[in-house]
Nanobody, 123 residues
Framework: EVQLQASGGGLVQAEGSLRLSCAAS????????IGWFRQAPGKERQGVSC????????YYADSVKGRATISSDNTKNTVYLQMNSLKPEDTAVYYC????????????????WGQGTLVTVSS
């Protein structure tokens, strides 16, 4: 069974940090790129960051560039998203997903999705 388990969300004050984790199982992790998306209430889902299999290429949305770092631990089949200097506008449910379509921030390119973890940033 394919599973992507996102965790690490929570309530944090502005300028704080969180590390989100995405643990994958049920598919060949090394063959997939992993992306993070977020969806705030009333807004469309947005691509935040993604990392290629082998951790060789990364993408960051302009909204998080310089504040986020994505990394992959292939020994644990886990991808991390370190978020620093969090802002209230970062408040959203964060999802991780797996794709074989290369570095992409289009949700339709992703085959598998996790259940999401809620990040709330208070001002």
């Amino acid at each position: 069974e394919v599973q992507l388990q996102a965790s690490g969300g929570g309530l944090v004050q502005a300028e704080g940090s969180l590390r989100l984790s995405c643990a994958a199982s049920g598919f060949t992790f090394d063959n997939y790129n992993i992306g993070w998306f977020r969806q705030a209430p009333g807004k469309e889902r947005q691509g935040v960051s993604c990392v290629s299999s082998g951790d060789t290429s990364t993408y960051y949305a302009d909204s998080v560039k310089g504040r986020a770092t994505i990394s992959s631990d292939n020994t644990k089949n886990t991808v991390y998203l370190q978020m620093n200097s969090l802002k209230p506008e970062d408040t959203a449910v964060y999802y991780c997903a797996a794709s074989q379509r290369g570095i992409t921030y289009y949700s339709h390119d992703y085959n598998y999705w996790g259940q999401g973890t809620l990040v709330t940033v208070s001002s």
